[in-house]
């Protein structure tokens, strides 16, 4: 188990005072101190790093959150911002002398536009919550992570979530607006605008991804979908991995865009049929869900040439969903995967990285060699239209060194998505998890820049400190970084 705190702060404050003065800010059932009440909030969904914060607060507006802020700015104390905590890379990880800032009270639909198809929300709304609200008018919020019955929009914003339909809808940052941010200061900004483009620099993509690191979203404003006329989805069957693999990169260069276009392996394959009984073919090697969405003669057609490119490319079984009951039970699988292979092993470490698609066979072949290497087995199941790989490393924490074990084989995954030119984040973030790997996909010059950005809007670093960009000499701890009589490449900008 990691604490993953090696970034120190010294406290300019006593708790008890720290608790004192926040007691004057909010209300009683708004601080919690007492470390049973601190205990849900050690860790986020990467239970391998868990820390108590000092304090956790749970604001129940906007001014409150303002008010919090400016008393943590003034003693110069850390501040981690969390919403649901589905994290999957540690960014919710509490830091032991900082305060947790939880949005999860923020958690209203503030107004819905039906005309310009847009709903201003608080950051602790859930991200299924937004569609459901909305569902009246015929209207939806596009990306879904698996989460979605959990994760806040605020969180979606901060990690720049995706999901099944992304590949064809985009990801948080092409589904909103704008975003209410309040600064380490305690002031509230506003990025982006109601309108579809914005003067100046773009600050909203900035903001998007950005991991608590730049501020608190304190309300979004998401872009709204008329929701489609028709959807169909296909389950394709493989014997082999690799053909599942080439057949999604045949689909799209045929010039189709599915709404989602999902692969598990076997061993995913029956862990989520044990669970939800989708009628998954579990004698398949892989199996492909392939969903159209749009006009009704479109989805006719697009399905008809789906279904011909599957089995062209192999499949064993092509089927198509018989109505909206069936696709919901196919999807019901692949959403319930995670939690389904959980059963499994005692523990699972569930990678992210993205990789360029026609790159799929190569990288699926390497993730198998080294899963025989580490004598450790791995479940797939990911957005394969995408590219965007989620090995599922199964393991048992409670044996001696096997978590340094998982955690030496996920890094030669996310090494080896660099080295075909993919990123080591696909939708989970840096957090903690990756820090390592950051000094892999980034040189020291454009570390850097992150730094000096960071520097731009939180000079002190009281914003979820540590996380998701490495500092220059733990790149050379790491081996990653070139030192040169003790230096690091850029000694002029290591203030930063
Ligand atoms: C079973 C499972 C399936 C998942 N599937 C997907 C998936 O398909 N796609 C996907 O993208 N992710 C997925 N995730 C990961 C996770 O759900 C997403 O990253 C989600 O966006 C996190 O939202 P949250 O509200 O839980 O944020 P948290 O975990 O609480 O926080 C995540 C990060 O955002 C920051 N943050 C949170 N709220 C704010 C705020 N208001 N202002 C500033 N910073 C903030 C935190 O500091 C932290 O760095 C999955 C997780 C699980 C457990």
């Given at each position: 188990m990691h604490t ?39 860790c986020?969904?990467l239970s391998a790093y868990r ?216 061993l ?73 292979v959980g059963r499994l092993s005692p523990d699972y470490y569930c990678m ?18 080294l899963s025989q290497q580490y004598g450790l087995a791995v479940a ?11 090995p599922l490393i199964l393991y048992d924490a409670n044996k001696p060194g096997e978590l340094e074990q998982v955690e030496a084989f996920g890094g030669k ?20 998890e ?63």
């Amino acid at each position: 188990m990691h604490t993953g705190c090696e970034h120190e702060h010294t406290a300019t404050i006593s708790k008890a005072d720290l608790v004192k003065q926040l007691l004057a800010l909010l209300p009683a059932d708004c601080v919690l101190f007492e470390a049973e009440d601190l205990n849900p909030y050690e860790c986020d969904g990467l239970s391998a790093y868990r820390q108590l914060p000092w304090v956790t607060v749970l604001p129940n507006s906007v001014e409150q959150v303002q008010a919090v802020m400016r008393l943590c700015h003034q003693y110069q104390l850390p501040v981690v911002a969390r919403g649901a905590g589905t994290g999957l890379s540690g960014g919710a990880l509490p830091h032991p002398n900082g305060v947790l800032l939880s949005l999860a009270k923020l958690k209203s639909i503030l107004s819905v536009d039906t005309l310009g198809r847009t709903a201003r929300v608080q950051p602790g709304v859930r991200n299924l919550a937004i569609s459901q609200a909305v569902a009246a008018h015929g209207l939806y919020y596009a990306p879904d992570p698996s989460s979605q019955i959990a994760c806040t929009i605020g969180g979606n914003v901060a990690e720049n979530s995706g999901g099944v339909h992304c590949l064809k809808y985009g990801l948080t940052i092409h589904n909103i607006l704008q975003v209410k941010l309040v600064d380490v200061t305690g002031e509230l900004l506003v990025i982006g605008s109601e309108a579809f483009d914005s003067a100046g620099y773009d600050l909203l993509a900035l903001i998007t991804g950005s991991e608590g690191m730049l501020g608190v979203i304190v309300e979004v404003t998401v872009r709204l979908l008329p929701m489609p006329e028709q959807a169909q989805v296909v389950l394709a069957a493989f014997n082999d991995v690799e053909k599942a693999a080439a057949a999604v990169g045949d689909i799209i260069a045929a010039g189709i865009i599915p709404a989602g276009l999902e692969m598990m392996d076997k061993l995913a394959i029956n862990a989520a049929e044990d669970y939800a009984h989708a009628g998954y073919p579990r004698d398949a090697e892989a199996i492909l869900l392939c969903e159209l969405d749009g006009m009704r003669a479109d989805v006719v057609d697009q399905i008809t040439r789906v279904q011909l490119i599957l089995s062209q490319g192999g499949a064993t079984e092509v089927r198509l969903a018989a109505d909206d009951t069936a696709r919901a039970l196919l999807w019901k699988g692949r959403k319930a995967a995670f939690p389904a292979v959980g059963r499994l092993s005692p523990d699972y470490y569930c990678m992210d990285g993205t990789i360029p698609r026609r790159h799929l066979p190569l990288v699926l072949r390497r993730i198998a060699e080294l899963s025989q290497q580490y004598g450790l087995a791995v479940a797939n199941v990911f957005h394969a239209g995408d590219g965007n790989l989620h090995p599922l490393i199964l393991y048992d924490a409670n044996k001696p060194g096997e978590l340094e074990q998982v955690e030496a084989f996920g890094g030669k995954i996310l090494e080896f998505c660099v080295e075909v030119g993919g990123s080591i984040t696909g939708e989970h973030g840096v957090g903690m998890e990756k820090i390592n790997q950051m000094c892999v996909q980034f040189d020291a010059l454009a570390l850097t820049q992150f730094h000096a950005i960071k520097h731009a809007f939180d000079p002190q670093g009281l914003l979820n400190p540590g996380k998701a960009v490495p500092t220059l000499h733990r790149c050379a701890e790491f081996g990653a970084m070139h030192i040169h009589h003790g230096k690091t490449p850029f000694p002029e900008l290591e203030r930063f």
